[in-house]
T-cell receptor, first 116, second 112 residues
């Protein structure tokens, strides 16, 4: 079974530029998550999708971050304009949501963003 | 008070010893608890989860949960250098959505 795919793996941009990340979840997984992991910290949930609907985006900085999950499969996370503090690894995860509280989230390899 | 607290370490143990990693959480209604391992430059991978009080064993790993004390731990027996990584504790909070809140992680170093 293929895992969660993400691209690009690395991205370097100047502040105030825009950037987009792509995620393809494990086949059949209805729930998709985007996390931000700053160096030395644990992952922080940015947004959670159930199929193509948003379940939780309470920690998404909506003035600069946006995300969509068209057709309930792939997802794109965009930052516009980027700030220095956005430098982090952006992790995508997915889960099947078939086991309730023991549902396991599987993570993709992440995209390392550096904002100069 | 942080929602999920872990000692950042590093925790150094000799090869073959038992490593004990601890995590406390603030929301008494939390339902399930996950331990992820993260190697440097890699993404988190699940080790195991626990949701009932007591111990749960999986190979060299044992998770322990005490809901009254709001405490969860991970024991690694016969520690190997390959166990050197950051261990993330994650808590599934009530309210639906299967949302995980992660601690900052504990760095474990297993020394030869």
């Amino acid at each position: 079974e293929a895992g969660v795919a993400q691209s690009p793996r690395y991205k370097i941009i100047e502040k105030r530029q825009s950037v987009a990340f792509w995620c393809n979840p494990i086949s059949g997984h209805a729930t998709l998550y985007w996390y931000q992991q700053i160096l030395g910290q644990g992952p922080k949930l940015l947004i959670q999708f159930q199929n193509n609907g948003v379940v939780d985006d309470s920690q998404l900085p909506k003035d600069r971050f946006s995300a969509e999950r068209l057709k309930g499969v792939d997802s794109t996370l965009k930052i516009q304009p980027a700030k220095l503090e956005d430098s982090a690894v952006y992790l995508c995860a997915s889960s099947s949501r078939s086991k309730g509280i023991t549902d396991t989230q599987y993570f993709g390899p992440g995209t390392r963003l550096t904002v100069l | 008070q942080k929602e999920v607290e872990q000692n950042s370490g590093p925790l150094s143990v000799p090869e073959g010893a038992i490593a004990s990693l601890n995590c406390t959480y603030s929301d008494r209604g939390s339902q399930s608890f996950f331990w992820y391992r993260q190697y440097s430059g890699k993404s988190p991978e699940l080790i195991m989860f626990i949701y009932s009080n007591g111990d749960k064993e999986d190979g060299r790993f044992t998770a322990q949960l005490n809901k009254a004390s709001q405490y969860v731990s991970l024991l690694i027996r016969d520690s190997q250098p390959s166990d050197s990584a950051t261990y993330l504790c994650a808590v599934n909070k009530p309210g639906g959505g299967n949302k995980l809140t992660f601690g900052t992680g504990t760095q474990l170093k297993v020394e030869l």
